[in-house]
């Protein structure tokens, strides 16, 4: 577990803190539950009436939530930045696909620059093991495999602002919100060729090369934009298509 003893100062005051840094590194994540009070104590080193007064701090900045009968999770709004009224905008209209494309192109390439030369080899080491995983999923089973990868990507490049807009990004596309990975992979056969397109930018990642993994992410996602073009393409032709059997069947 991350959390670490307490040393000094007023106890409450050093748990929120400590609490606070371990959610903007996004070592905790929205809607991670937290352990048990007697085992957060125990982990910290503090008394749980001074566990307890943190927490309690930490609910009112609306970072932790309390679920009755479940216990204290990282807040879920921390993974929500988009209003309902937003979001519904933004699914109704084609062009907010492309500019969130393009808007992932640009940050996650930075992000994947900064990771080739910043992170550290644990970071290397589990973004090549979410790969592997890739590599061995079943066909239709990726799609949370390829989120969490470019997830420890952003997590990689250690910039705590990169971090959290990508997993407002991120979360989007897990509800649905833009394109969906699966109807694209299973119309054009694309599987192969997003597996290597993550081989790519793994390989990058783990030779660092800043230039060469950064041009492997936006490949992979000028991809992914063309392949929804493709799509959507498609799909309007269909429409036309059965338009003019219709009319013919009517004559």
């Known amino acids: 577990m991350p959390f670490q003893k307490i040393n000094a100062g007023k106890l409450s005051k050093s748990v929120v803190e400590q609490i606070e840094l371990l959610i903007l590194r996004g070592v905790l994540r929205p ?17 749980r009436p001074s566990l307890r007064e943190a927490v309690s701090e930490l609910q009112d900045i609306g970072l932790l939530e309390s679920r009755a009968g479940s216990g204290i999770f990282v807040s879920e709004d921390l993974d929500s930045s988009f209003s309902p009224a937003l979001t519904s905008l933004l699914e109704r209209h084609d062009e907010a696909v492309y500019d969130y494309l393009d808007f992932r192109r640009d940050l996650e390439g930075m992000a994947a620059e900064r990771a080739a030369r910043l992170a550290s080899d644990t970071d290397l080491n589990v973004i090549d093991s979410i790969f592997r995983k890739m590599e061995n999923a079943p066909i239709g089973k990726g799609a949370d495999l390829d989120a969490n990868f470019h997830s420890a990507i952003v997590e990689a490049s250690h910039n705590v602002m990169i971090v959290h807009v990508m997993r407002a990004m991120f979360d989007l596309l897990k509800r649905g919100v833009f ?32 230039d060469r993994a950064r041009k492997a992410v936006e490949d992979h996602l000028n991809f992914v934009a063309q392949a929804y073009s493709d799509m959507r393409r498609a799909e309007r032709n269909e429409e036309i298509a059965k338009q003019r059997l219709e009319h013919e069947r009517s004559q």
């Open 179 to 210: 394109y969906n990975r699966q109807v694209v992979v299973q119309m054009y056969n694309t599987r192969t060729d997003l597996l290597d397109q993550h081989r790519e930018i793994n390989d990058a990642l783990q030779d660092r090369d800043p």
């Open 31 to 47: 809607g991670e539950r937290l352990p048990a009070e007697r085992s957060l104590s125990d982990l910290m080193g503090v008394s």
